[in-house]
């Protein structure tokens, strides 16, 4: 297949077919495991606040119907292509069958800069892209949620154009609505509780103490923001944080709630402080004992993973560790604990999956029972990954990919060609 193309979704090939060699998948299965089965793309003509009408590419793509419905975010970013949304489709998909979800992965978004446009134009390009998915998607086709450059308010107006156009309110359309017209408790917190929980797995492992711990955090959005406010809780000294406009560094630890303060304020955390600014390519290598990359793929590379000084790398992020670092931190035998993305993120398709459930059957849940569930689902599948490396000596990414890409294959092989 030539139609999905690009270093992201080459990643997500090369990482399929270390696991497909590991489990001995024939060359002739493997493309019908890999490829997604369907690509929408669409045109998102929006009338700006200055007059011109603008039209943006806007893409979705279904990896596979096999074990349900499909799931997964929708992005706005300056950078989408297709291939990157295709491969973040096809991690869905691995990451909902490793935590053992009904569901085959989805992606999709918007080529466009969020920073860039009003409350008004987002709104517009929102409510447009959603139109033209209309005939794509549904509760039982295709459930939408939350990525980078998306939130809460992006997915209650995609529910309510979907469900104008239908006449009845449909809010098990999207995940990740506020609570306020269906959404559920703790879903905006979910990925970022997540992460810091399953740390808290790999800290045990280790035998480090939180409160003696020090983490840094690229990316304070909805993921970076909750895992470093998350990891603080539970004792860890947050030494680094950064965004897309500047990186912060302080071995003494950073004041988190000034800085989210700030960041509500003005939008991005550029200006917070000129002592602790950092350079930001740097920011990962800096002394810590747990870095959390939560921004965009492929930050860390064969060029920086021999630099790494953490001894958890925990990626709240998808894809940000390139199969170039894996082997560069394989062959340098660091001792580094790694989480997975499939793994690591993992909390926020779980909690939507329950949000999903409750607006299904219209039945709600307290907070209590969401995180009680949310950390079930997530020590079984942090459970299930550490027992597959134990028993095969493979890496901790190759464990969690094999449990999602088996689960698959075997849904496949008995239901046949079509899904
Ligand atoms: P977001 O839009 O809320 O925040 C993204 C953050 O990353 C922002 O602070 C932005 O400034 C920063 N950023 C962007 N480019 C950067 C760069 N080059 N260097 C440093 N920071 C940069 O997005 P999010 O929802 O927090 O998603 C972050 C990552 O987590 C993405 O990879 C996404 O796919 C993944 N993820 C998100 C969820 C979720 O529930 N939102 C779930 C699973 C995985």
Redesign the pocket.
Known sequence: MTLYSGPVFAMAREQFNTVADYLEIPHGERDRVLYPKRAVAVSVPVHMDDGSEVVFEGYRVQHHLTLGPTKG?T?YSPKLDLGEVAA?AVWMSWKCALAGLPYGGAKGGVNCD?YKLSRRELEAVSRRYMQEMIPFVGPHIDVM???????EQVMAWFMDTYSMYHGTTTTEIVT?KPVSCGGTQGRRE??GRGVAHLVGRAMERIGMKPAAATAIV????????VSAQAMAERGVRIVGI????A?FYDPKGLDLPAMTAY?ARNG??KGWSSEAECD?ASLLTQPCDVLVP????Q?ITGANAGALKCRILAE?????TTPEADRVLRDAGRDIFVIP?ILC?????VV?YFEWVQDLQQFFWDETEVLTRLGQVLDRAFTRVMDRVAADRISHRDAALALGVEKVRAAKQVRGLFP
């Open positions: 975010g992005r973040l969020p949620a939350p990525d980078m450059g998306t939130n990740g979910a990925t690229q990316g304070f959005g909805n993921v970076g923001a950064s965004d897309h406009t990186a960041a991005v955390l930001p939560a921004a965009v793929e930050v709240g992020a998808n894809g940000p993305d993120n993992s909390g926020g398709v939507s």
